[in-house]
């Protein structure tokens, strides 16, 4: 199958590149490298050959609408985007212009190529604002009631996809994502906490947490996240299906559980909390079983024992490592062991 990946730079894309590619697919990667890491890429051309073919270019763009006609898609993962929510609120124009227009321009590119279907990732930590604790882990049919213009976005978005299935037949599906981790995820990136935690541990430097650190969030390993993308382009057409654990996990308690992966005494610094940050998140991802066939398979402590792995091989290579990306520090990325959730 043809397929392209926009954002295929980016952690959670460059994990789906690599599937895709194992997967026996043909892959096309748009990316603007802002944010994403062509290093990111290094095992994917390694082993690719002619399967692969990288785009630099930002989505916002004409170009882009004339890539995707030429390449011919027969689906498209979009995962390109602006998912600093911070920087949404202070430039609410420049994420809608990133996140909107520029998702408008990969339908219109899908809609001229005969594209059969946009598997979208949407935002599950903002598509349903901060819903009753009762009603946790939320179900889809909870209303889209987000607080940020990142959300709003990314709401708009799944609306477009909607209208385009009724008008030109174009296919989506819609994954809305819990808190996604593992390998590759930057520590001074949006929502890492994860990643944060891991590059913190091996400096062997006190972890910052902000506010009381009872705020909960549903932690889901990036290998399942990729297999739910995978699974979504041949199944759940006209849907939104939260991607999560259905479990909620508290920023205390986790860190316990990395501290003790690490082998290290607890060592955290409180800070004020961020103001306008969720208290409480978990998704139910109960329709993504039914419809896409889809489960997380791997347990919290085991996908961030993998992310340490991957933090202390990055430090054991030295400064350089970061810039060299992982072909160039070796090509076995560590992958987190299979096992039920607790």
């Given at each position: ?55 630099q270019l930002d989505i916002r763009l004409p170009e882009t609408e004339e890539l ?160 739910a993308f995978v699974r979504a382009a041949t199944k759940g057409g006209g849907l ?51 419809q896409l066939g889809w489960r997380p398979s791997t347990a919290l402590a085991d ?40």
């Open positions: 199958m043809r397929t392209m990946v926009t954002g295929g730079a980016g952690f959670i894309g460059s994990t789906l590149v690599d599937r895709l590619l194992v997967d026996g697919h043909e892959v096309d990667v748009i990316d603007d490298f802002s944010t994403g890491s062509l290093h990111n890429l290094d095992e994917a051309r390694g082993l690719a050959g002619r399967a692969l073919t990288i785009h995707i006609r030429r390449r011919r898609p027969e689906v498209i993962f979009h995962m390109a985007a602006q998912v600093n929510v911070r920087v949404s609120v202070a430039d609410p124009v420049l994420d809608a212009d990133v996140n909107v227009l520029g998702s408008l321009r990969v339908l219109e590119g899908a809609r001229a190529a005969g594209t059969d279907r946009i598997v979208f990732a949407a935002s599950g930590g903002t598509l349903y604002g901060e819903p009753d604790p009762s009603k946790l882990p939320i179900v889809e049919s909870e209303p889209h009631s987000p607080l940020s213009p990142y959300g709003t976005a990314k709401m708009a978005v799944i609306s477009y996809l909607a209208a385009y299935r009724k008008l030109y037949a174009l296919e989506f599906c819609a994954l809305a994502l819990a808190n996604v981790y593992g390998p590759r995820q930057d520590p001074h990136g949006e929502a890492g906490v994860v990643a944060i935690f891991a590059d913190a541990l091996v400096r062997g430097e006190a972890v910052k947490i902000f506010g009381d650190g009872e705020q909960t969030r549903d932690y889901v390993y990036v290998d399942d996240v990729a297999d939104v299906c939260n991607i999560g654990t259905g479990t909620e996990t508290s920023v205390n308690d986790l860190y316990l559980i990395m501290a003790a992966a690490a082998g290290v005494e607890p060592a955290s610094e409180h800070l004020p909390a961020r103001a306008g940050e969720l208290l409480r998140n978990s998704l139910n991802s109960s329709r993504a079983r039914i996908g961030v024992a993998a992310v340490l792995d991957s933090a202390r091989k990055l430090q054991v290579a030295g400064p350089g490592a970061a810039r060299r990306g992982p072909a160039e520090r070796g090509r076995d990325r560590p992958r987190a062991r299979r096992g039920a959730r607790g």
